[in-house]
C-alpha cells in the first residue's frame, strides 16, 4: 500500500490591487524520496506594512520546498523544518535591514505542514492558520502570533523576518485515513468563522479545488479586504508499515568499508584513492553505465558511533547542493539511489594551491598573484551570500586547474549561521580548521563571522607573495591568548620578496590585523586594496622606522656608519 493523497489550493488578491499572498506544495515523484522526505504545503502572507511583503512571501514558500528535500536525508523533519525557516528568516531580517531606510522590509506570516509516512508535522510562525479536519469536525492546530493594541487593531508579535532570532511553534501528531489539512491567510478566517469553514470543507461532493475556491468567495462575499488564499490536503491512504520501515531503513545507511582501485559501489567502479585521513576517504570513481568520473567522498569507519562527525559529513553534502558558483567545487546529484553513506563532486583535473606555491616559490609573478586571490575571494563570496563560512581555508583546499581556474575544496568545516543558531554545535570549533591559517578568533573571541574567512585568505596570499613564509612565522600557531597574539611581530611582504609594493603589503596587513574588527569589512574592499594603490598605506610606510619599512637598507647604512666609525677609531689609535 501506498500514500494517496488529494490536494487543491487557491488565492486571490481579493479586493486589493496586489496579492502578498504565496503558497505551494510538492510531492516527489521520485519514490525514495516520497518515503523519505514526504509531502510539504506551504501558504505565506506578506505584511502589507512592508514594501517587500510578497517577495518575503514568495521567498518562504519557495525557499522551504528547495532547502528542505535537499537537507540530509538522516535528519528529522523536525530538524530540517526548524533549521531551514530559521535560515530564511535570518535571509529576509537581513534583507529587511539593508532596506530599512527605503522604508522597505521582507516581514511573513507563514505556516508548513510536511505530510510523511503515518505523520503530519506542523511548523508555524505569524497569523496564517493550519487546521485538522477528521471524523467531519474541524480544529484549529496553530496559534495565531497577534497582540491587541486597539478594539480593532492588531499587529503581529512574531513573524518571519520580524527580528533575527526566531521561535518556531512545531507540533507533530499522528494520522488517521481520511483526515484532511486546510492551510488558511488571515483575510479567510478573520471574516468566517469556524463553523462555516467546517461546513464548506467538510463537503465530500466536491474536489479539495473546489472547497479551496468555495472558501475564498465566500470570504470575499463577507466582506475580506485583504487577500485570500486556502490550500486542502486529503489523506486518501496512509504508507503500510512495510513502507514506514523502508522510510526509517533510509535513515540509516551504513558507512562504506575502505574501498581499493577496481572494487564498486552503487554502479560506481573506484579507479584511484585520491586521499585518505582519519575522518574521511576521497576516491576517484567512473559511473558504470555512462562513463562519467566523479570524486567520492566516504566518512571512516572510525566515526560510526559519532553523531557530531556524521552529522558534519551530511551537512557538508547539503551545503555544497546549496552553492552555485563556478569557484566552488560541486556536488552532484546521484544518479540511483544509494545504499551507503556517501556524497559526489565534480572531478576537477589540476592540482592543489600548495603545489603551486612549490613550484612559484621564487618566480611568483604579483599580477598572477593577485588574479588567483581574485578567483578565491568570489568563490568565498557565494559561500557567504548563504551565510555559509568555510573555516579551513588553506592551499591544500584550493585546485587550481591547468587553464587557471580556481576551485575552493573541502567543506567539512563550514558552519551555516542559519542552520546552527539556537543549536548544540556539532563539534567544538577548536577542532575545526587549520591553526596555520585561522583567524585568532576561532581561539580567543569574539565569534567568527566573514571577515575570519577573509583573514584565512590574506594569509594564502601572503604565502603566494612570499615563497610559503608565514607572517609570523611558527609563533602563530602556538599563541592562546589576546596577550601571545599582541606580542606577535608582523614581517612585511616586502622583507622575503622586494617585488611586492608597499601598498599592497599595506592591503595585506589590515586584512592580518588580529582584530575583526580592524579589517577590511567586506572581500571586496581588500580585492579593490590588492589592486590599486591605496594613499592610506604609502603615508603608513612612510611613517614606519627605517628598519621595518627597509631592513636591508638599514643594515647597510648601519655597517656603512660602523665601518666609518671603526676607520676613524683606526685612524685616532694610529695618530694618537
Wanted: proline share 5%; net charge negative; aromatic share 8%.
Amino acid at each position: 500500500m501506498k500514500f494517496e493523497i488529494l490536494y487543491g489550493q487557491a488565492t486571490s488578491a481579493g479586493v486589493k490591487p496586489r496579492n502578498e499572498d504565496s503558497l505551494g506544495i510538492r510531492i516527489p515523484s521520485d519514490s525514495d524520496q516520497l518515503a523519505g522526505k514526504g509531502i510539504a504545503a506551504v501558504i505565506a502572507d506578506g505584511v502589507s506594512a512592508a514594501e517587500a511583503a510578497r517577495e518575503a512571501a514568495d521567498l518562504c514558500v519557495l525557499g522551504f520546498l528547495n532547502d528542505y528535500y535537499s537537507t540530509p536525508e538522516p535528519w528529522q523533519v523536525k530538524t530540517a523544518g526548524q533549521r531551514v525557516i530559521t535560515a530564511l528568516n535570518r535571509w529576509l531580517f537581513a534583507e529587511g535591514q539593508s532596506f530599512r531606510d527605503e522604508g522597505r522590509g521582507f516581514v511573513c506570516a507563514m505556516s508548513a505542514l510536511v505530510v510523511k509516512g503515518s505523520q503530519a508535522h506542523i511548523f508555524h510562525v505569524g497569523d496564517t492558520r493550519i487546521w485538522l479536519i477528521r471524523d467531519g469536525r474541524l480544529s484549529l492546530l496553530t496559534r495565531d502570533h497577534t497582540q491587541r493594541v486597539a478594539e480593532n487593531r492588531e499587529y503581529l508579535s512574531r513573524a518571519m523576518g520580524l527580528s533575527l532570532n526566531l521561535k518556531i511553534d512545531y507540533q507533530q501528531l499522528d494520522l488517521t485515513t481520511g483526515d484532511s489539512f486546510l492551510l488558511t491567510t488571515d483575510g479567510v478566517h478573520s471574516v468566517l468563522q469556524p463553523s462555516a469553514i467546517e461546513k464548506i470543507s467538510t463537503n465530500s461532493e466536491h474536489t479539495p479545488d473546489q472547497i479551496c475556491e468555495q472558501l475564498n468567495a465566500v470570504a470575499l462575499d463577507a466582506g475580506s479586504t485583504d487577500n485570500v488564499s486556502s490550500q486542502l490536503l486529503r489523506i486518501e491512504r496512509l504508507a503500510s508499515a512495510e513502507s514506514q520501515r523502508n522510510s526509517e531503513l533510509l535513515e540509516r545507511l551504513p558507512i562504506p568499508p575502505d574501498l581499493d582501485p577496481g572494487m564498486k559501489i552503487d554502479g560506481w567502479r573506484v579507479e584511484k584513492i585520491l586521499d585518505a585521513s582519519p575522518r574521511s576517504q576521497l576516491y576517484l570513481v567512473s559511473d558504470l553505465e555512462s562513463g562519467r568520473r566523479a570524486v567520492m567522498k566516504t566518512p571512516s569507519v572510525n566515526y560510526e558511533d559519532d553523531p557530531a562527525v556524521l552529522e558534519r559529513f551530511l551537512m557538508e553534502e547539503w551545503i555544497g547542493r546549496r552553492i552555485e558558483s563556478d569557484r566552488v567545487v560541486r556536488v552532484l546529484e546521484k544518479p540511483r539511489p544509494a545504499r551507503f553513506l556517501y556524497y559526489l563532486m565534480e572531478h576537477v583535473m589540476g592540482h592543489s594551491l600548495s603545489e603551486w606555491i612549490r613550484q612559484h616559490r621564487r618566480d611568483a609573478e604579483i599580477t598572477e598573484v593577485v588574479a588567483i586571490v581574485h578567483q578565491i575571494a568570489e568563490g568565498l563570496r557565494a559561500l557567504h551570500r548563504k551565510e555559509v563560512l568555510h573555516q579551513d581555508l588553506k592551499p591544500d583546499n584550493v585546485l587550481i586547474d591547468a587553464d587557471g581556474r580556481v576551485k575552493i575544496i573541502d567543506l567539512g568545516s563550514t558552519r551555516v549561521a542559519g542552520l546552527l543558531e539556537g543549536t548544540k554545535p556539532l563539534e567544538s570549533e577548536h577542532q575545526l580548521g587549520t591553526a596555520r591559517y585561522s583567524a585568532p578568533e576561532y581561539r580567543v573571541g569574539p565569534a567568527a563571522d566573514s571577515r575570519a574567512d577573509l583573514f584565512s585568505l590574506a594569509v594564502i596570499a601572503y604565502e603566494m607573495f612570499t615563497g610559503g613564509r608565514h607572517p609570523w612565522s611558527d609563533a602563530f600557531e602556538n599563541a592562546e591568548s589576546p596577550g601571545q597574539f599582541a606580542r606577535l611581530h608582523y614581517t612585511p611582504a616586502y622583507h622575503h620578496n622586494p617585488l611586492v609594493p608597499v601598498w599592497i603589503d599595506g592591503a595585506l596587513r589590515k586584512a592580518l590585523d588580529h582584530s575583526p574588527t580592524q579589517r577590511h569589512p567586506a572581500l571586496s574592499e581588500f580585492l579593490f586594496d590588492l589592486k590599486r594603490p591605496n594613499p592610506a598605506y604609502l603615508r603608513e610606510a612612510a611613517d614606519l622606522p627605517l628598519l621595518e619599512r627597509d631592513p636591508l637598507r638599514f643594515w647597510k647604512g648601519l655597517s656603512l656608519v660602523l665601518g666609518i666609525l671603526l676607520a676613524i677609531t683606526f685612524w685616532l689609535l694610529l695618530n694618537g
